[in-house]
C-alpha cells in the first residue's frame, strides 16, 4: 500500500536494556578449620556491545524528522540502548542486533524482564495495535526468557525488530498517524541459583511466524495474537508440512499450518494439491446423529475424530499433538464477516465454552480470514463465492463440501460448512460432508529441515 501526501507517524523508538549488579554475599565465607583460604577477585560484568542495524531498515533523516538517531549503545552506560526513527510508509521497519556480553567472572541468568509499549502515552502493552509488529528475541527467534543464562565469558545476541504492518487498513492508518510509539525493554540479570536453564532452540511455531510475517503471508485477527495464513494458488503461503509420518520418519502426510495462535501452530490434513482433504472414513460423514444441544461438544465427529482417527496416527505425530488444545466453539451465523464469525466464535451466547481436546475441524472465521484478498473481511460469509473464497484467493477453500465446529446461530439442528466454490453455509446436523482433522501442536516442536514452499520442501518437524 503507498501513501501519498500524508506521513505516518513521528514514531518513538525506545528501548532500554538493563543489568542489575549482584553483591558477592555467596561467594564470601568464614572458613575456620585449620589452614588459610583465599577467595579468588570476582567480577561482575554484564554489558551491551557490538550494535549492528539491519540491512532494509529505515534511514536516519534529521532533516524530516529531527529528533532521529540510530541504535546506540550509550557510552556513559553500556548497559542502556536507544533509538528514535520515523517511518513513513507501510512496510517500514527498523531493526538491529546488539550483543548482551558477560564479561564477569560470575555466571549470570535472567532475573526479571519488564516490556512496555505506550502510543501517545497511553500503555497498550496488552493490546498490541494490529498495524504494529514488534519483538525483542535472539537471533535465533528464541524468546528472551527468565532464569536463561548467560555463563561467565559467554555473549547471547539480542534482535530488536519494529514494524509497520504492510497490510495496514484505512481506518488503522488513522489510529498510526502521527503517532508517537515508546518501547521499553529491560532484562535484569542476577547470579545463578541452580534454577538456571539453557537457551533453547527456536520453536517452529516462532520461527515460522518470522518467516510469514517478513513475507505478507499472514492476516493478523485484530487485537489478538492469532495469525492465518493467507493466499490461494495465485500466490500460496510457505505453510506446508510433513505430519503423522511413520517411526521411521518415512511416509508421511501432506498438512498445512492453518495459523499461529498464542505461539502456537494448528495443521490441517491436505492433499497433493494442497486441498484440505478427509481422510477415509470421513469423506461423507453425519455431524451427529440426532441434534445436538451441546454443539461440537455433543457430536459424533468429534468423538470419532478422537478416538477412531486419532488411534491411526503415528507414535511419532501423537507425540507432536497438543492432547489439551483449546478450540473455540460458539456458534455463529453463516452471513456474518470474519470478525463477527471471530468474535461469535469466541463470545457466542451458544456453546461459549472453549472445547479442550486433541482432534478437532476448523472453525468458520479461520477460513474467512484465509483470503488474500482483505477487503473482503466486510463481506458476509454467504457471499465469499468468487473472489473472497476462489482458490487463487483462498488455500483454505475445500475441494468438497465440509463441516466447520460452529453450530448456527440460533439452531441447534443445523451447523456451519463452506461449500466448494467457497461460501459458508449452513447444513442439517444429519448430512453427509466430509470432515477434516485439523489440531494443535505442542509449543515446543521445533524444525529439522524444510522451508514450508510446496509439499517437496515441507517443514519437517521434530
Same mark, same amino acid.
Given at each position: 500500500m503507498r501513501v501519498k501526501g500524508k506521513r505516518i507517524g513521528s514514531i518513538l523508538l525506545l528501548i532500554m536494556l538493563l543489568g542489575v549488579t549482584v553483591g558477592y554475599s555467596y561467594l564470601s565465607s568464614e572458613l575456620v578449620i585449620n589452614g588459610t583460604s583465599k577467595i579468588k577477585n570476582a567480577t561482575w560484568d554484564i554489558h551491551f556491545a557490538n550494535l549492528s542495524v539491519s540491512s532494509g531498515s529505515v534511514s536516519i533523516d534529521t532533516t524530516a524528522y529531527p529528533s532521529a538517531k540510530a541504535a546506540t549503545i550509550d557510552t556513559n552506560d553500556t548497559t542502556k540502548v536507544t533509538y528514535n526513527v520515523l517511518f513513513s510508509k507501510p512496510g517500514d521497519y527498523y531493526e538491529f542486533t546488539v550483543d548482551a556480553v558477560n564479561a564477569g567472572s560470575i555466571d549470570a541468568m535472567i532475573d526479571t524482564i519488564t516490556s512496555t509499549i505506550k502510543i501517545n502515552g497511553v500503555d497498550k502493552t496488552n493490546n498490541i495495535p494490529a498495524w504494529l509488529n514488534y519483538s525483542v528475541t535472539y537471533t535465533n527467534e528464541v524468546s528472551i526468557a527468565e532464569n536463561q543464562i548467560l555463563a561467565a565469558g559467554d555473549t547471547e545476541t539480542y534482535k530488536v525488530r519494529v514494524e509497520l504492518s504492510k497490510d495496514i487498513t484505512n481506518s488503522q492508518l488513522e489510529e498510526a498517524? @502521527? !503517532?508517537e510509539l515508546q518501547f521499553s525493554f529491560s532484562v535484569a540479570y542476577k547470579q545463578t541459583d541452580g534454577n538456571e536453564v539453557e537457551v533453547n532452540?527456536? $520453536?517452529a511455531a516462532s520461527t515460522i511466524l518470522? !518467516? !510469514?510475517q517478513a513475507a505478507g503471508q499472514l492476516n493478523q485477527i485484530p487485537d489478538t495474537n492469532i495469525y492465518?495464513? =493467507?493466499?490461494? $494458488?495465485s500466490n500460496p503461503p510457505a505453510n506446508?508440512? =510433513?505430519f503423522n509420518c511413520d517411526d521411521n520418519g518415512e511416509n508421511c502426510e501432506n498438512w498445512?499450518?492453518?495459523?499461529?495462535?498464542n505461539g502456537q501452530m494448528k495443521i490441517i490434513r491436505v492433499n497433493d494439491n494442497g486441498e484440505p482433504t478427509a481422510p477415509d472414513g470421513f469423506t461423507s460423514v453425519y455431524w451427529n446423529t440426532t441434534i445436538s444441544p451441546l454443539g461440537w461438544g455433543g457430536s459424533n465427529i468429534k468423538e470419532s475424530l478422537n478416538t477412531t482417527y486419532y488411534n491411526t496416527l503415528s507414535n511419532t505425530a501423537k507425540d507432536m499433538i497438543d492432547e489439551n488444545g483449546k478450540w473455540d466453539i460458539g456458534a455463529v451465523s453463516y452471513n456474518a464477516t470474519a470478525q463477527e464469525a471471530y468474535t461469535s466464535s469466541t463470545s457466542s451466547a451458544m456453546y461459549t465454552t472453549p472445547w479442550t481436546g486433541k482432534v478437532g475441524i476448523i472453525a468458520s472465521y479461520e477460513y474467512l480470514y484465509a483470503t488474500i484478498d482483505t477487503t473482503c473481511f466486510t463481506t458476509s &460469509?454467504? @457471499?465469499? &463465492?468468487?473472489?473472497?473464497?476462489? =482458490?487463487?484467493n483462498n488455500w483454505l477453500t475445500p475441494k468438497n463440501t465440509i463441516w466447520t465446529l460452529s453450530g448456527e446461530y440460533g439452531y441447534a439442528d443445523y451447523v456451519i460448512t463452506i461449500a466448494a466454490f467457497g461460501d459458508v453455509s449452513s447444513g442439517l446436523y444429519m448430512s453427509n460432508l466430509e470432515a477434516i482433522p485439523a489440531l494443535f501442536l505442542k509449543s515446543s516442536v521445533t524444525i529439522a529441515s524444510g522451508?514450508? $514452499?510446496n509439499p517437496a520442501n515441507a517443514y519437517v518437524l521434530q
Open positions: 498517524s @502521527e !503517532a532452540l527456536p $520453536t518470522r !518467516a !510469514a492465518i495464513f =493467507k493466499g490461494g $494458488t506446508y508440512v =510433513k498445512r499450518i492453518v495459523g499461529i495462535y &460469509g454467504n @457471499e465469499y &463465492g468468487g473472489v473472497c473464497g476462489s =482458490k487463487s522451508d514450508g $514452499t
